[in-house]
């Protein structure tokens, strides 16, 4: 189980548990708000930290629960012919996260909740709340049919959500893809005047709004000067960073670099041009401009994300 402090964990763990207790707090108060609102009042500092904790201790083991009837029993009983688990660690770490943010995170958001408003709706069945203030909105009856209700629409997403998550992680494509694929680019020698170097050439062509370099697992790395001892550097390296970073000179200067230069995919050789063809989004992903010809340098603009 992730504990790392991220948002999945907060949705996935804490909000079920958060809500499970305040729901109970709700039905041991017969839904009485002024017993609520006065109880709330009344909790401390000490108090508070308990119920965050609390809460996350709740909502990991209804995401215990989840685990093991869900993804354990059910997947034994369909006998894994279901979602394929080894795609999060056999796929690359890009493609697993955009599973995770568009699909598997909101699949475990619906499961959890359902799981912590069934726990209150077992309570409601067994005898909270005792009786319902008069001005209360709705009867008993319509209370358990409302819980009842959202509890069947968050399943019946989740069976949606998980259908397609199966569906992505068993696509053999997605998980092992052929070397060619989602390639559009090759290095060659550069067409720009001034340039005398390699640059990235077009070997098919390339539509508008096409992302260029699918499959690259490569991350940005910040460093200070202080970091990598730049001055000291020999100028041959200086050269290395000065051609190949990222420069943010905003606050405190830094350069975005490879994890490695021995390790530099293609994406890294795109040349500068005040006439680009190619854009770069906010997580430094780069993608076409303009339709890109078959042949044509692929060129970007530096100083649209690079401090000079």
Known sequence: MNLSLKPQVFLTGFLPGFLFIVGSIFLFTDFNFSAFTDFAKEISVFSGIAIIIMSFIVGQFFDS???????????????????????FYKSSEKKADKLSNNYFLFYLVNVNLSIALIGLLIMILVGWPHSLPDNFVMSKTT????????????????????????????????????????????????KIEGVNGVGIIAIIDIPKGTYLFQGDKSDVFWHTKEEIGFDKLPDSVKKMYDDFCIRKERGTFKFGCPDSFNNMPISWYLNDSKSPNV??????????????????????????????
């Not at 770069?280 to 690079?306: M, R």
């Open 65 to 87: 629960i989840r685990d093991f009837f869900i993804e354990g029993l059910y997947s034994f009983i369909l006998k894994n012919k279901d979602i394929n688990w080894d795609f």
């Open 279 to 308: 854009g770069c989004d906010k997580n430094y992903d780069f993608f076409a401009l303009t339709d890109i010809n078959a042949g044509e340098e692929l060129v970007v603009q530096y100083d649209k994300y690079s401090d000079e």
């Open 143 to 190: 209370l358990i049919i409302s819980f009842a209700a959202v509890i069947i629409v968050l399943l019946l997403d989740a069976i949606a959500l998980r259908k397609e998550i199966a569906k992505h992680t068993k696509d053999p494509e997605i998980i092992k893809e052929i070397p060619h694929k989602n390639v559009y680019t090759r290095l060659g020698i550069s």
